[in-house]
T-cell receptor, first 116, second 113 residues
């Protein structure tokens, strides 16, 4: 089984500032997919961004971007111009190529507080 | 656009009681999953299914059973509830394509007293 590690249980950021959430994973596979999910107090799991391992270019979605370092097995999430609505639990997730496995593996989450 | 729907959203059980959580998806996804979420432990996979009529154990299967008689439904059963099963339960589904994320239901908060 793959392991996903989020070493920051809690983080805080000032409104309008930038914050980076860390995620590392352990795998021997070369093809896989990585995701960041946001879970606000409503409990709903919302996809923030995805990255295919075969793509060298880092994914970007508006204020959200990733720093994908395949050799280091690192997948950090950068949130720019933080807003109060960004306050949530953030989960990093790993998915194998479906030809080899069908499971999603999740980290333990990072709780982000946005300070007005 | 219902997506993934879980029933019920909240439930309180007494120790030893049984119950079934229902998950329904309308996206024709092949894969379905049941996770439990506990503070500080993230989401842990209980059971999953790769297609109608198939199920497999995940990381924490003990005390739970599942069935997938129809492609769109995935049931999670607790035969004899224990306080250790107090948790938030999430159902998710995904298609075969790897780049596609898992789609989640709203979660069920279960308390066993």
């Amino acid at each position: 089984a793959q392991t996903v590690t989020q070493s920051q249980p809690e983080m805080s950021v000032q409104e309008a500032e930038t914050v980076t959430l860390s995620c590392t994973y352990d795998t021997s596979e070369s093809d896989y997919y990585l995701f960041w999910y946001k879970q606000p107090p409503s409990r709903q799991m919302i996809l923030v961004i995805r990255q295919e391992a075969y793509k060298q270019q880092n994914a970007t979605e508006n204020r959200f971007s990733v720093n994908f370092q395949k050799a280091a097995k690192s997948f950090s999430l950068k949130i720019s111009d933080s807003q109060l609505g960004d306050a949530a639990m953030y989960f990093c997730a790993y998915r194998s190529d479906p030809k080899r496995g069908n499971q999603f593996y999740f980290g333990t989450g990072t709780s982000l507080t946005v300070i007005p | 656009n219902a997506g993934v729907t879980q029933t019920p959203k909240f439930r309180v059980l007494k120790t030893g009681q049984s119950m079934t959580l229902l998950c329904a998806q309308d996206m024709n996804h092949e894969y379905m999953y049941w996770y439990r979420q506990d503070p500080g432990m993230g989401l842990r996979l209980i059971h999953y299914s790769v297609g109608e009529g198939t199920t497999a154990k995940g990381e924490v299967p003990d005390g739970y059973n599942v069935s997938r008689l129809k492609k769109q439904n995935f049931l999670l059963g607790l035969e004899s509830a224990a306080p250790s099963q107090t948790s938030v339960y999430f159902c998710a589904s995904s298609p075969w394509t790897g780049r596609t994320e898992a789609f989640f239901g709203q979660g069920t908060r279960l308390t066993v007293v």
